[in-house]
């Protein structure tokens, strides 16, 4: 059984994840607003990704017979976007999860916390995954700068983005 404060932490992860799943959500929305499909599509992926995410902290914290507190969750903060500041905003929120993430590993170790830290590992690694991931996006769309063309062409390659298998 993990401390109460460590307890604390992950609950307040889960809170993270689900927000995160949120905004994605809003972003998926705003992406329909600009009438990019395969947009749309990647952050509906992101979203399920993100409610796994949650998923998989909900799980550890009743394995190890915690308790579980659900908080509110916040507005996303989405509004009026262009393709680019849409995954600007995702990287940006990516580094802030990471973040989260090293803190929880730091107090996993403080604590002597064994199995949180070793939990927390599969996270570290996704979190270098989709800092990459956005940052390919913002990448692609600097280097199209606002041509159509070019913008039917991301949106192509977005929309054939699968489930991943780990989020089953
Ligand atoms: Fe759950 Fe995008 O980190």
Not at 50 to 58: G, P, S, T
Not at 67 to 78: F, Q, T, Y
Not at 118 to 124: G, K, M, N, P, S
């Amino acid at each position: 059984m993990q401390s109460k404060k460590m307890e604390e932490a992950l609950n307040k992860q889960i809170n993270e994840e689900l927000y995160s799943a949120y905004a994605y959500l809003a972003a998926a929305a705003e992406a329909d607003r600009l009438r990019l499909p395969g947009f749309v599509n990647w952050f509906k992926m992101q979203y399920h990704e993100e409610l796994a995410h949650a998923d998989r902290f909900f799980n550890f914290i009743l394995e190890r017979d915690g308790e579980v507190e659900l908080d509110p969750i916040g507005k996303p903060n989405i509004n009026n976007e262009t393709p680019l500041s849409l995954f600007e905003k995702a990287l940006a929120h990516e580094q802030h999860i990471t973040q989260c993430i090293f803190n929880l590993k730091d107090l996993a170790r403080a604590e002597k916390d064994y199995a949180t830290d070793v939990f927390l590992e599969w996270f570290v690694n996704e979190q270098v995954e989709e800092e990459a991931n956005a940052r390919g996006v913002i990448d692609q769309l600097k280097m199209i700068d606002g041509n159509p063309n070019g913008l039917y062409m991301i949106d192509r390659e977005l929309a054939a983005r699968q489930p991943e298998e780990s989020d089953a």
